[in-house]
């Protein structure tokens, strides 16, 4: 007979594994679920008192999503929850300054009033970018480097939907998924659907375009390499 420990740990992990589904739904279905302002302040404030790093590296991603549906930051509902000195506040403060950081990095739309909310955070936390990761008021550390790959996975996923939304049907979008998977790296992918989508590039990723990914598409288009895969899949 399992102890009482055993039972709360299975709950804790039954409950997390119930907010990842919910929070994933949410970030892979955005333009079908549309969310209000008043229900991102309850996902934002969870996840600011969540202990675990699954949770919380999806933070940048949430607040992305905010852009996306036109939602500002409500600042005030926000941080009303908390006393000056609350721990959670603290929380909210890292998490907010660290997730404007990466979007203004990956070059993804930050939500119109982040920046100057995050401004006077700061000055407090000016050393938490001195490492690759940084503590929660609950002792766990989470990693920057971690938040930023949750968040390119959200935005690659949602280029790549975006960019196949002009096949026709379904059953084209995957198959073309599938056979650019066998071509490309994830990365690669990334970049080929982001110039679909006429995103703009960083200057790091404009030239690993053009020295990488142009001339893997170029030799793709090339009439006898076409006739040769044709000849050799004809058999």
């Known amino acids: 007979m399992p102890d009482r420990t055993d039972v709360k740990i299975s709950l804790k992990q039954k409950n997390l594994i119930i907010a990842l589904n919910v929070i994933d739904s949410l970030l892979k279905n955005s333009d079908q679920k549309k969310i209000t302002s008043d229900q991102m302040v309850i996902i934002l404030d969870a996840l600011a008192g969540s202990d ?23 600042s005030l509902a926000l941080f009303s929850r908390y006393g000056k000195s609350s721990p959670k506040r603290g929380n909210m403060e890292k998490l907010l300054l660290i997730s404007t950081w990466l979007l203004q990095r990956e070059n993804i739309k930050v939500p119109e009033n982040l920046v100057k909310l995050t401004e006077p955070f700061m000055l407090k936390n000016r ?17 920057i ?19 196949l ?5 379904g059953r084209r979008s995957r198959q073309v998924s599938i056979y650019l998977d066998r071509l490309f ?12 989508n006429k995103e703009s590039f960083t200057k790091t990723e404009r030239e690993y375009y053009s020295r990488v990914v142009r001339k893997k598409l170029e030799a793709i288009t090339n009439g006898e390499v076409r006739e040769i895969a044709d000849a050799l899949t004809s058999k």
Not at 186 to 195: A, D, G, N, T, V
């Open 185 to 196: 790296s994830r990365k690669q992918k990334e970049l080929i659907f982001k110039k679909l």
């Open 52 to 74: 675990d790093p699954l949770l919380v590296t999806r933070f940048p991603a949430i607040l992305a999503l905010c852009a996306r549906q036109g939602i500002e930051v409500n």
């Open 127 to 143: 050393a938490i970018f001195s490492s690759d990761t940084f503590q929660l008021s609950s002792g766990v550390r989470i990693s």
């Open 145 to 163: 480097q971690n938040m930023q790959k949750t968040l390119r996975k959200y935005t690659s996923d949602l280029n790549q939907e975006k960019a």
């Open 165 to 169: 939304k002009g096949g026709t049907g």
